[in-house]
Nanobody, 118 residues
Framework: QVQLVESGGGSVQAGGSLRLSCAASGRTFSWYDMGWFRQAPGKEREFVAAITWNGRSTYNADSVKGRFTISRENAKSTVYLQMNSLESEDTAIYYC???????????WGRGTQVTVSS
C-alpha cells in the first residue's frame, strides 16, 4: 500500500489562503488517482477535489469550485490543494487519499487541521 502524509494545515482568517501537501511513499505514485476529502466536527467526511493519475483531469466539489485547486507532481510523489478565499465553513480536518479502484478502496492519510476564523 501507499503511505500518505499531509502537511500545510493551520489557522487562517476568512479570505486567506493555505496550501496543503500530501507526500506519498511506498508504491509508485503515478499509479494512483489522488483526492482530498474533509471532515468538519459533527459531520461526515466529504469529497473536496480529485485528480487523475496523469494529472489530465481534475474534479472539485461545488462548494470549493473557483476557490480550491488540486495539482500533483509525480516526480515528487506529492499532491497539493491550493485553497484561496477561505471561509469559516472550510474549517475541517483535510485528508489525502490514493486509489486505483474507487474511493471506497482508497488509502488514507491521517489528516491535517484547517481552521478558518471569521
Amino acid at each position: 500500500q501507499v503511505q500518505l502524509v499531509e502537511s500545510g494545515g493551520g489557522s487562517v482568517q476568512a479570505g486567506g489562503s493555505l496550501r496543503l501537501s500530501c507526500a506519498a511513499s511506498g508504491r509508485t505514485f503515478s499509479w494512483y488517482d489522488m483526492g482530498w476529502f474533509r471532515q468538519a466536527p459533527g459531520k461526515e467526511r466529504e469529497f473536496v477535489a480529485a485528480i487523475t493519475w496523469n494529472g489530465r483531469s481534475t474534479y472539485n466539489a461545488d462548494s470549493v469550485k473557483g476557490r480550491f485547486t488540486i495539482s500533483r507532481e509525480n516526480a515528487k510523489s506529492t499532491v497539493y490543494l491550493q485553497m484561496n478565499s477561505l471561509e469559516s465553513e472550510d474549517t475541517a480536518i483535510y485528508y489525502c487519499a490514493a486509489t486505483t479502484a474507487g474511493w471506497t478502496n482508497a488509502c488514507w492519510g491521517r489528516g491535517t487541521q484547517v481552521t478558518v476564523s471569521s
